[in-house]
């Protein structure tokens, strides 16, 4: 019977008989005996008083009394997350840790009421979700005679209406999620209120009619929104917005006039007006209202602006343009407001916020937005000599330029560097991080070999490298912080002030629909999310749990005030649902991310970053799509230095991309291509880390130019970079950990590495580093180590592998040059093709010592050797290595395991007579191994 199931025969089994059958394939423990399982109940006291970010709840609230067996969990699904009751965790914020698996069981019996809540769609319905890969059941329909009513009772599904073809239901350890569904992504959600959840064995629900629960009323509907009279905040999207108290309305064309500081102007529908002022008082706020629309534009000269918030709201407009003054004028806006946590406890204010509005900021953009130096610029040097004449004819007298740190000789990739105090030699010359010495032009020529010859205003302070860049950074639209301007951890009351005693951080953000697009823009000293641990504000109000359109007053009650929100970013796209394009715009500093894609399509396009210390580029959800190319990414040291890994499973995923990165992704659908990251970097200018947990469940939104086929999907550690975006000629010149780091990317097609080249100039670090991933195809790459010290040093690698047993690189014309090690052996193979290694002091190590698992290196084409000349080479298996033509073999004497002394020692010289390569003292465990080592003399190079 088993066998007819699994080929797909007509046949049909008895439900349990089914769910065994296919576990007794896969080597499950199915069959074993499991007994009558209460994963949530009424009177669970513990689970319903648990906060839902460590809980067995989310998105939803608990209703009623536990103590008096009257609770009850409640979801009322917005328009981004079903409703979710999770099992089987394994971590630290684990939920009912243990719980047998779904499949064993016979039934899914839930105590439930509920309706469609004047939901537009289908009738509600769950499903069941999780495993690795992630996976989701066939949907139940409450309908029929599972309808849900306005009172309590037990509906029992069999859990073979959830499996399907493809997915018995196992999780394999990881979390399974009971999802109960969202109605689309707009209008009324269905409600779900869930008093018991039990799985039944087999047998069970036939041996005992179901339990009567008594009825319960439905409680009364949700209150009606407060009056504005007490109300304190507004729901816009995700956020509940302080009320902003406008003592300015403005409703023709007219900028209005005597205006004083901590004015707010509030334009209301059908206002067009249009701001050229040369400057404002300090207002304290300027809302945009729906059906307004404000331009900020030169007529006559530079304009500015002094503001606390820009707010835009629905069907609000805001255009800021320089245009047509033909970019002899100037726009600066400046956010120069406090931070007022009794008004604004989750920090929303100062700064650009949309909601829904449409925002257009367009400025103008270089023809070129970086160029490469062909020669050394000295210390002291007051020329640059830039290849090719395009920079001169766009950079001008006056603009200013970003040159990186190019200092050879730093322990970037120390792994405790913080600790023992190693500093980043601190060598970027630019606006904010240099402002005794910003590389000014005074003149630009171009000369006989066709160079841009740039004559700087003062001479450089340090020296810069050949092959690195420098970086134009003038705009004429500017959006900055006020002067002094701090995050809440820099205030002198950081621990616990109502009032910051400075200015605060602006941050720019939108969220939803409308539009919000720039170009030519310059960000300066904007975002105060830092890259300390994430705490973020937690309030409750009247209207908790249900949904409500946009535009319903609440009051609003804090919980836990914190003081590190997250995604409060330099600039960012939060849920937007349109394509948005950044491009040709700068932004120079942020405590933590620069240009942030959060849940949307975003189009990142030939921009300079500079010195965000968490990255310059984020890619935060896993769901990101769209294209990040031709940016100009520049490191200056900051960040933590640490990997994801170490917050990741005690934050619940929700704070990453805090160690210093020039662009980081949770997820792999975006095309990265073309861009160029130099200077200094805590982590790795690209990393990815692509893990399914926290993030399964968060879908491709449905935004305007999506591939069909992703919309609605969760696309992570399966997916490889080429299938939907790609990782395509990108550049790193600087010091870092790692230049290319990769965590958790299993997809079976692999993933295609193409054109990358890094050029490592500190003694630590290594060029691509892979942490539980799987097979990687690199073509035309390089990995070049610049000081003498970093051959010097075996554990600086070229390809370094950290766990992953079916890690395998495949090299194709490509390079690996000047490395203590070339390649750390990969359990799934390493194979070369028309590949050089060259002046590494080894080319391949199997480390720690060589085990089972450790694939041979095949090589064909190409020169392999190490540095010294004559090496000797430890590994399992076949090694083979052939020059171009004709094919050249080399010495290969096989020996047994432990048994090298008999290897002729006049031969092969110096080598250990341990067949570990090491001492006598591991012969021990290398005896235990099956097969023979193979000894390889390589050529000299």
Not at 632 to 654: E, K, N, P, Q, W
Not at 787 to 799: L, V
Not at 868 to 895: C, F, K, N, S, W
Request: some cysteine; proline content about 7%; aromatic content about 8%.
């Amino acid at each position: 019977l088993q066998f007819l199931y699994l080929i797909g025969s007509t046949y049909t089994m008895p439900t349990f008989a089914r769910g065994c059958a296919l576990a007794a394939a896969l080597l499950l423990p199915c069959c074993a005996a499991v007994a009558d399982t209460t994963l949530y109940s009424a009177t669970d006291a513990e689970l319903l008083s648990t906060s839902n970010g460590a809980s067995c709840i989310e998105y939803g609230v608990v209703q009623g009394d536990a103590a008096a067996s009257s609770a009850y969990i409640q979801w009322t699904p917005n328009k981004w997350h079903d409703g979710r009751l999770k099992i089987g965790d394994g971590d630290s914020t684990g939920c009912r840790v243990g719980t047998p698996e779904l499949y064993e069981f016979e039934h899914v019996c839930l105590t439930i009421r509920g309706g469609q809540n004047g939901a537009a769609c289908g009738p509600p319905s769950f499903v069941f979700a999780g495993g690795a890969p992630y996976r989701t059941s066939n949907a139940i329909v409450f309908e029929g005679d599972r309808a849900l009513t306005s009172e309590f009772r037990e509906i029992c599904v069999p859990v073979a209406e959830l499996q399907t073809a493809e997915w018995n239901l196992e999780r394999r350890h990881y979390t399974g999620y009971f999802r109960f569904q969202k109605c689309g992504q707009s209008g009324p959600q269905p409600q779900y209120e869930v008093q018991e959840l039990t799985l039944l064995a087999p047998g069970s629900l036939a041996a005992r009619p179901p339990t009567p629960v008594p009825p319960t009323p439905m409680p009364p509907p949700p209150p009606t929104p407060v009056p504005e009279s007490i109300a304190t905040h507004v729901k816009y999207g995700h956020f509940w917005l302080p009320l902003l108290d406008a003592n300015v309305r403005v409703f023709g064309t007219a900028w209005p006039a005597a205006l004083v500081d901590g004015d707010c102007v509030w334009l209301e529908g059908g206002a067009a007006v249009v701001y050229s002022a040369a400057a404002s008082p300090r207002l304290r706020c300027v809302v945009v209202g729906p059906g307004a629309s404000l331009t900020v534009a030169p007529e006559v000269g530079d304009v500015g602006m002094t503001v606390g918030t820009l707010v835009v709201l629905p069907g609000g407009v805001l255009d800021v343009s320089t245009e047509e003054a033909g970019h002899a004028h100037r726009v600066v806006i400046t956010f120069d407001g406090v931070l007022d946590r009794a008004a604004d406890p989750a920090e929303l204010l100062t700064g650009l916020l949309s909601v829904e509005g449409v925002v257009s900021l367009r400025g103008r953009h270089p023809c070129v937005i970086k160029a490469e130096l062909v020669e050394t610029a000295a210390s002291g040097a007051t020329e640059l000599v830039l290849a090719g004449a395009a920079a001169a004819g766009c950079w001008a007298a006056g603009d200013e330029l970003v040159l990186p740190d190019t200092h050879v000789g730093y322990d970037a990739g120390h792994y405790d560097k913080a600790r023992k105090g190693y500093t980043p030699p601190g060598e970027t010359e630019a606006p904010v991080f240099s402002p005794a010495h910003v590389p000014t032009i005074a003149a630009v020529s171009v000369n006989a070999d066709g160079n841009t010859v740039v004559t700087l205003a003062a001479p450089l302070a340090y020296a810069h490298l050949a092959g690195s860049h420098a970086g134009h950074v003038t705009r004429t639209i500017t959006l900055k912080s006020a002067a002094g301007a701090a995050t809440p951890q820099d205030d002198p009351d950081a621990a616990d002030f109502t009032v910051s005693s400075a200015p605060i951080r602006g941050h720019v953000l939108h969220t939803g629909a409308g539009a919000f697009d720039f170009t030519g823009v310059r960000f300066e000293r904007l975002g105060r999310t830092t890259t300390q641990l994430i705490n973020n504000t937690k309030t409750t109000g009247t209207l908790e749990g249900g949904h409500y359109p946009d535009g319903t007053l609440d009051r609003r009650v804090v919980t836990h005030q914190g003081n590190n929100q997250i995604g409060r970013y330099a600039v960012h796209c939060h849920h937007c649902r349109v394509e948005v394009r950044w491009a040709g715009s700068a932004l120079l500093e942020s405590p933590r991310d620069g240009m942030t894609c959060h849940n949307s399509r975003c189009f990142i396009e030939q921009n300079v970053i500079v010195g965000a210390d968490g990255t310059g580029v984020f890619g935060e959800d896993s769901s990101e799509t769209g294209v990040v190319a031709e940016n100009y990414l520049v490191g200056t040291g900051g960040g933590t230095s640490g990997g994801d890994d170490g917050r990741f499973a005690s934050r619940a995923g929700g704070d990453v991309a805090f160690g210093g990165f020039g662009a980081w992704f949770r997820g792999p659908l975006m095309l990265v291509r073309d861009n160029v990251a130099e200077g200094i970097f805590g982590l790795a200018p690209y990393s990815y880390f692509v893990h399914p947990k926290f993030v399964s469940h968060i879908l491709v939104p449905d935004v305007p130019g999506t591939p069909a086929a992703l919309v609605g999907e969760s696309r992570t550690s399966g997916t490889g970079f080429q299938e939907w975006g790609g990782f395509v000629n990108n550049r790193a010149f600087g010091s870092w950990g790692t230049a290319l780091d990769i965590s958790y990317s299993t997809p079976a097609a692999g993933n295609d590495i193409v054109g990358y080249e890094a050029v490592a100039l500190g003694t630590s670090g290594r060029g691509l580093g892979t942490t539980h991933s799987g097979w990687f195809r690199l073509t035309n790459c390089t990995f070049r180590a610049v000081p003498a010290a970093a051959a010097a040093n075996p554990n600086m690698y070229g390809i370094f592998r950290n766990n992953g047993l079916s890690t395998r690189a495949d090299l194709v014309d490509s390079r690996i040059e000047g490395y203590g090690t070339s390649i750390r052996l990969l359990p799934g193979g390493t194979t070369l093709a028309n590949t050089v290694l060259a002046g590494n002091t080894y080319d391949f190590k199997a480390w720690p010592v060589p085990h089972p698992v450790i694939a041979p290196a095949v090589v064909t084409g190409g020169y392999p050797g190490g540095a010294q000349g004559v090496e000797y080479l430890v590994v399992m298996g076949d090694v083979l290595y052939t020059a171009d033509d004709p094919p050249q073999p080399y010495d290969v004497v096989r020996a047994p395991v432990c048994d090298l002394a008999k290897v002729d020692a006049a031969l092969y010289p110096g080598f250990d007579t341990c067949a570990c390569g090491c001492s006598e003292a591991h012969c021990v465990d290398c005896g235990k191994l099956d097969g023979a080592f193979v000894v390889a003399k390589l050529p000299i190079v």
